[in-house]
């Protein structure tokens, strides 16, 4: 059973840095892209990052740019988000997501509240 | 990375069918044959129900369909049964190793 379970989610001033860790298993995580995506409270999806299967591609939406680093370490069937210079809009649940075309499981995501 | 767009809300009585569109433009929904279509019910994690625009994941109810025209994609839900209420969102390859989701529909079964 694929199994996406994130953590590192809590409360952090504006300014500040927090990183998400995702916990893939169930399959093999080396042979999939990653994708992290965000809903803040009430509202829709948005899509924020994607890594390749081997870690030696990203892609960022424009509002996290320069801000967000994603990355993984297949050793430890482990992806994660590096997210610094947080902003009150940053205030969501964020999710771990495997696929490519289509996006296909999602975990059941980490709240990261940015407020002072 | 502007959002596709979908209706806020649709609703339908049990039995009937309804259908969610999405419309993004040519350099997302009209370019790729990768729109998909995920269920997502209150605090819980989207479920993937349609992919490649009219694909159905095994497991998934051959009540739900999907189909595409141009810039608008559309999701189509036969026989509505209660626990077809939820939250429905479209996401579309947008080129560039970016994706893009729309801003979600709200199903009401009567």
């Known amino acids: 059973e694929v199994q996406l379970v994130e953590s590192g989610g809590g409360l952090v001033q504006p300014g500040g840095s927090l990183r998400l860790s995702c916990a893939a298993s169930?399959?093999?995580?080396?042979?999939?892209?990653m994708h992290w995506v965000r809903q803040a409270p009430g509202k829709g999806l948005v899509w924020v990052s994607r890594?390749?299967?081997?870690?030696?591609?990203?892609s960022y939406a424009d509002s996290v740019k320069g801000r967000f680093t994603i990355s993984r370490d297949n050793a430890k069937n482990t992806l994660y988000l590096q997210m610094n210079s947080l902003r009150a809009e940053d205030t969501a649940v964020y999710y771990c997501?495997?696929?490519?075309?289509?996006?296909?499981?999602w975990g059941q995501g980490t709240l990261v509240t940015v407020s002072s | 990375q502007s959002a596709l767009t979908q209706p806020a809300s649709v609703s339908g009585s049990p039995g009937q069918s309804i259908t969610i569109s999405c419309t993004g433009t040519?350099?997302?929904?009209?370019?790729?044959?990768?729109v998909s279509w995920y269920q997502q019910h209150p605090g819980k994690a989207p479920k993937l129900m349609i992919y490649?625009?009219?694909k159905r994941p095994s497991g998934v109810s051959n009540r739900f369909s999907g189909s595409k025209s141009g810039n608008t994609a559309s999701l189509t839900i036969s026989g509505l049964q209660a626990e077809d209420e939820a939250d429905y969102y479209c996401?579309?390859?947008?080129?560039?190793?970016?994706?893009?989701f729309g801003g979600g529909t709200k199903l009401t079964v009567l």
């Open positions: 997501a495997r696929g490519y075309n289509p996006i296909d499981y």
């Open positions: 169930g399959f093999t995580f080396s042979s999939y892209w």
């Open positions: 890594i390749n299967s081997d870690g030696s591609s990203t």
């Open positions: 040519s350099s997302d929904v009209g370019s790729y044959n990768l």
């Open positions: 490649e625009v009219s």
């Open positions: 996401c579309s390859y947008a080129g560039s190793s970016a994706w893009v």
